[in-house]
């Protein structure tokens, strides 16, 4: 069972939680907490300034010793920017031993730096810093907290962190019943296939293969081509709720990173890799390559764009589950919700980050994934960012 954080349902993010602005990650990457990061940069303190203070007005400042040493060079090395991402969104900003989110911070080496000489994310911790003090108080406490132990309760809590929003997105699909606009057909099978779900025991699937919607072993048969979209017939929500039931059986298989609101180069250049599925929710522009209403080949192009980063995909049409779908809610500009395998990652000549891949499904009226709104709102304090019209030039 995925737990909840202080009675936060899994994957739905409420307010800021941390920054991702540079000084910020340079303080932490130093061993200060994000929320005293958030307050040193906000009264004009960045990395370079402190440098040039002396230790009387670091600890002025608020500024502990072993951070202080880190700053001025009689301590350890910064933890480099990608490794300290990777950890933070790993454990979803959140200490893993309290697991309370709305206490700040710091990125812990769970055995000493000055031994190990080790930065890399399975000697990386993130903890509040009530309980970091606890790791470095010789009492009994610690006891509780030593190496082997806290590796065990980091690696509960990061899979429990990766089950989240995977969980999330169930928990929307069982609520909204009718919220998928589109399967992709083939790879879904495919997918289902690969992980050996067992498609009999689906719900849907007698009933689909009865009306010879799928063979005996629950592979669809080739549909009705001469038709607006796939759907089409008095037995659509039949077929609806077999496809339905095998995403559902994937999804509970698989790990998929909920990014709508990590929208930043910075961070998803160290979190995701080739092959990853994500989840992306937010104003999606479709616009169909050709003229054709009718029959497979509706080749329709897919992209989200927001704060320098744009997500593409390329579907067909012809696979929307309703009416409604294949007329209004697969073209133009719409607010939906993707999940997508990535395919590539690149960047585009004015530095913007591409990232192309296979979209799975695509699904309206879910709720909650997205929070920040790029034009306006910094989700994570201090950043503010571009347009979601952040539209291309010359490099569609």
Known sequence: MVSRIDGQEPGMRKGPDTSLNRSDLALMARGISNTKAVKLRAAGYTL???????????RK????????????GDGRPAIPSDKLIEVLFANR????????HKRGVVVHHIRKWAKTRDHEVPNLAVLCTLDHEKVHTKSELTKNLDPKTLRGIKKKWEGEVAEMDTEAILDQSRQHTSAWQYFNHLRLFELA???????????????AWRLDMCDEAGLLLPRPKDTGY???????????????SVLHASLEKLTVANISNDLERGALSALLSVGDFILVQGSHTFSPRGLSHRRPGQTTDGV???????????????EATSNSAHGRWLSG???VTTIIRVSTISRTTSGKMRIQGTVF??????SGFKTREYSTYPYRYGVRAISEDDEEDDED
Not at 48 to 56: F, S, V
Not at 93 to 100: I, K, Q
């Open 361 to 366: 499904a695509v699904a309206l009226g879910f």
């Open 93 to 100: 900003f959140t200490c893993c031993v309290c697991r309370n």
């Open 61 to 72: 400042v608020g500024i502990d010793t072993l951070a202080i040493d880190n700053i001025l």
């Open 230 to 244: 796939m759907y089409d017939g008095g037995d659509g929500q039949a077929l609806y709720t077999y496809v339905r």
């Open 333 to 335: 500009r719409v607010d």
């Open 304 to 318: 989200r764009k927001a704060n320098q980063v744009i997500v593409e995909f390329t579907f067909d049409r012809w």
């Open 48 to 58: 370079g300034k402190l440098q040039q203070m002396n230790r009387a007005a670091l």
């Open 193 to 207: 296939t690969e992980q050996r779900i067992k498609f009999k025991q689906l719900n849907g699937y007698e009933t």
